[in-house]
Each structure stands twice: as structure tokens, then as C-alpha cells.
């Protein structure tokens, strides 16, 4: 009998430290700053299956659109976000469609 508690309770012990998954195999959620017109960071590194939330901190409204068309958020308003689930991999360019001179780049392993 006490034989079998001490089995359980190491079991358990067994159980709760038992590595989860690798920290890569869980979404990450990112963040751009939009803000004076500029994308904050202007090139970001992700893995696939990430998250990535850009936040419009402007007074005026700013699109984050790929310029192969991957992804748009189409108008994001002052004060607003737009999230995106980054399942493709690859490199993606892209700018704000209202102010084409607004660049950054999206990387995804
Ligand atoms: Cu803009």
C-alpha cells in the first residue's frame, strides 16, 4: 500500500514537470507599431503559424497590405488593430496603400 502511494506520487511528479512542447511549436504573437507613418519593427522574423497584431497609433487610418497580396487589412482606423495568422511561409513585402511610401517587410519560416 505504501508502496503503491509513493509509485502514484512520483507518477505525478513524473507528469507535471514532463517538458511541454518546444517553445517553437506554440503560436507567438507579434507586434508592429504604426505610427509617424512608419512601421515599427520595419522588418519582422517570425515562424510560421505566428501571430501578428499591427497597431495603428496615428490619428489617421493606415492599411498593411502585401504587396503580392498575400494579406490586406484594408483600412485600419486610428487607434485600431489588425491581426494576422502567419501560415505561409516565405518573405513579404509590404506597404500601407494609402501611403505607398510606408515599407516593411514580414518574414516567415
Ligand atoms: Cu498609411
Known amino acids: ?9 512520483i507518477m505525478a511528479g513524473l ?8 517553445p517553437h511549436a506554440r503560436p507567438v504573437m507579434h507586434t508592429v ?4 507613418t512608419r512601421f515599427e519593427p520595419e522588418t519582422l522574423g517570425i515562424r510560421s503559424g505566428d501571430i501578428v497584431v499591427w497597431v495603428n497609433k ?4 493606415h492599411t498593411v497590405t502585401a504587396q503580392a497580396g498575400e494579406f ?14 502567419a501560415r ?5 513585402p509590404y506597404i500601407c496603400t494609402l ?4 515599407k516593411a517587410t514580414l518574414r516567415v519560416e
Open 1 to 9: 500500500m505504501r508502496f503503491r502511494a509513493a509509485t502514484l506520487w
Open 15 to 22: 507528469l507535471l514537470t514532463a517538458p511541454g512542447l518546444p
Open 33 to 36: 507599431v504604426i505610427e509617424g
Open 58 to 61: 496615428d490619428p489617421f487610418p
Open 72 to 85: 490586406d487589412s484594408k483600412n485600419i482606423a486610428p487607434g485600431k488593430s489588425w491581426k494576422y495568422v
Open 88 to 92: 505561409k511561409r516565405g518573405v513579404f
Open 99 to 102: 501611403h505607398p511610401t510606408m
